[in-house]
């Protein structure tokens, strides 16, 4: 009985553990453009050129930080948000991690 505990219990971690050392999905941009022309438009532009001083220039910027400031703006259930900033832990509370990927390749594809 407790051999086949044993057994099962090791079967269920390397399962976990082979799923969660698969890659994520390739980014994909023309998803992420429709997430920043929707979201991000009012503060960042449609191509990450921001019109206003306060906001900083997406545009070129390397398409793992962004995703990296994306992910540490959001909450995670009660751990609270990496950055603290009241209108980007908006902006990303809804959005999936795919949603954020897809928006940094985006923002990354572009000409400051």
């Known amino acids: 009985m407790i051999r086949t505990a044993a057994m099962a219990i090791l079967f269920a971690t390397s399962f ?3 799923a969660s050392g698969q890659a ?11 997430v920043a022309e929707s979201i991000c438009v009012a503060c960042h532009g449609a191509d990450g050129n921001s019109m206003a001083s306060a906001n900083p220039h997406l545009a070129g910027q390397i398409e793992q930080y962004l995703y990296k400031q994306l992910v540490n703006f959001k909450a995670d259930g009660d751990k609270p948000a990496a950055r603290d900033n ?16 897809n928006v940094a390749a985006w ?6």
């Open 24 to 34: 994520p999905a390739k980014a994909d941009p023309a998803k992420g453009k429709i």
């Open 107 to 112: 923002y990354a594809s572009q000409k400051l």
């Open 16 to 18: 976990v553990t082979h």
């Open 86 to 101: 009241a209108i980007m832990r908006g902006m990303v509370a809804s959005q999936t991690d795919e949603d954020m990927r």
